[in-house]
């Protein structure tokens, strides 16, 4: 009998602390470090910010970002105000966007890093946000930059956010829904939605079709395609880490 109260007790602990893990609060303060791939548009913050807030259930996000037009991590790393911001230690979340095409791919990994060693160190969890080709710098394609952003993820450990493959897929499904803007660079906004999109899944592990956030200038259907697409390429690339700090 007492052995049986032994092994029902574990039972009951072991239900408890798996309902504890999954119960931990959402992160609600996100900092954006990256260049104008992540301010166009109004920011990937301010959509960040609206989708959670228009999800179920709803999270109130708070933002920060350090973000310089025509930077990659290299230049970045060498500015004061990156590095400031992430040891304020004031955030949850960083998300690191590198502009591949913009450095070197050893570059990349050289100071990603850098990047996701001093986010660590701060307390906060770091999610590679992987971007995409585009052709005026047309020496790396869409595969090499995943290939890329899959190996460092990997090496360090950290969750990836693969919105250069959603745009992929997006085109590959959609080819009529334009992701960049007019200089063929830039994001339009059905490319900043798309991106939002990828970032919300990784960052909260949830499906963000439960958000009812459209921004202007995206039909119903469009939004409910590039939400559906996001989650699909999300756990489609899922490394176990995600969700710890």
Do not use: C
Request: proline share 7%; net charge positive; hydrophobic share 45%.
């Amino acid at each position: 009998m007492h052995a049986k109260r032994v092994i029902v007790f574990a039972l009951v602990l072991a239900v408890a602390l798996v309902t504890a893990a999954d119960a931990q609060p959402a992160p609600t303060r996100v900092l954006f470090i990256g260049n104008s791939l992540t301010f166009w548009n109004d920011g990937l913050w301010t959509h960040l910010e609206r989708m959670a807030g228009r999800a179920t259930p709803a999270v109130a996000v708070t933002t920060g970002r350090s973000v310089f037009p025509g930077a990659f991590f290299r230049s970045l790393w060498e500015r004061r105000e990156p590095r400031d911001a992430i040891r304020t230690r004031r955030y949850d979340v960083v998300v690191l966007q590198e502009d591949l095409p913009e450095t070197k791919v050893a570059d990349f990994r050289d100071h990603a890093r850098r990047f996701v060693a001093d986010v660590q160190q701060s307390g906060a969890r770091p999610v590679l946000l992987m971007a995409w080709a585009y052709p005026r710098l047309g020496w790396i394609t869409m595969d090499q930059i995943a290939e890329a952003h899959r190996d460092a993820a990997a090496e360090l450990k950290v969750d990836m956010a693969p919105a250069g493959l959603a745009w992929k897929r997006a085109m590959e499904q959609r080819p009529s829904l334009n992701l960049y803007g007019p200089d063929r660079e830039h994001p339009s906004m059905a490319g900043t939605y798309l991106t939002t999109a990828v970032l919300y899944a990784t960052v909260f592990g949830k499906d963000p079709s439960s958000s009812t956030y459209q921004p202007s200038g995206i039909s119903a259907e469009d939004g409910a395609f590039l939400r559906r697409l996001a989650w699909e390429i999300v756990q489609a690339n899922d490394r176990p880490n995600r969700g710890r700090p």
